[in-house]
């Protein structure tokens, strides 16, 4: 079975100050694990993932994400917020052999206030 | 290109009414997901399609809902009958496994209320 538990229903943050949102996860094997966001009245858009290799890794607007096998963690980070960021984000997590069959967290909503 | 498309963006029924919601993935893409997305369940993995085939309908709530897709252009899913549970942000995603990322690309979704 895989599981994943975004502890946190909502993050607040300043704008300019570093965002932090926590994923933990649980599956057999290596996991393959993703980061999506939602913006309001949208579908899910792609920010990053990990598969192997690197455990930082770099995505899109500025986001990137540390695999930490010990902890079984991969939490979502960006050095500045920007007011823009203020959206729903999920992590994801799939089997490696689990093709397609992902499994999202709860998702955890992020205010960044000016 | 357009990215997934779905219609009806929004749809308002009353209980017991036949539903039916469309997808047109991106093309070229050989992998499409349903997914349903409440604020008590979060975004559940209602089935998924390869090469049009059905792989894995598990997360299909009841014999209520059906999905098919007839072509690798198009995908319904249709709930028939609808009752208020039933309410929902329903997405569709597609993916093409040649990537090795398998990132899904998701639809706007349609907003689906029965009254």
């Known amino acids: 079975a895989q599981s994943v538990a975004q502890p946190e229903d909502q993050v607040n943050v300043a704008e300019g100050n570093p965002l932090t949102v926590k994923c933990t996860y649980s599956?057999?094997?290596?996991?393959?694990l993703f980061w999506y966001v939602q913006y309001p009245n949208r579908g899910l858009q792609f920010l990053l993932k990990?598969?192997?290799?690197?455990?930082l890794v770099k995505g899109s607007y500025g986001f990137e994400a540390e695999f930490n096998k010990s902890q079984t963690s991969f939490h979502l980070k960006k050095p500045s917020a920007l007011v823009s960021d203020s959206a729903l984000y999920f992590c994801a997590v799939r089997r490696p052999d689990s093709w397609g069959k992902l499994q999202f967290g709860a998702g955890t909503q992020v205010v960044v206030t000016p | 290109d357009a990215g997934v498309i779905q219609s009806p963006r929004h749809e308002v029924t009353e209980m017991g009414q036949e539903v039916t919601l469309r997808c047109k993935p991106i093309s070229g893409h050989d992998y499409l997901f349903w997914y349903r997305q409440t604020m008590m369940r979060g975004l559940e993995l209602l089935i998924y399609?390869?090469?049009?085939?059905?792989?894995?309908d598990s997360g299909m709530p009841e014999d209520r809902f059906s999905a098919k897709m007839p072509n690798a252009s198009f995908s319904t899913l249709k709930i028939q009958p609808s009752e208020p549970r039933d309410s929902a942000v329903y997405f569709c995603?597609?993916?093409?496994?040649?990537?090795?990322?398998?990132?899904?690309?998701f639809g706007p979704g349609t907003r689906l209320t029965v009254l």
């Open positions: 995603a597609s993916s093409l496994r040649g990537q090795i990322t398998d990132t899904q690309y």
């Open positions: 599956v057999s094997g290596n996991p393959y």
């Open positions: 990990y598969i192997t290799g690197d455990n």
């Open positions: 399609f390869n090469n049009n085939v059905p792989i894995d």
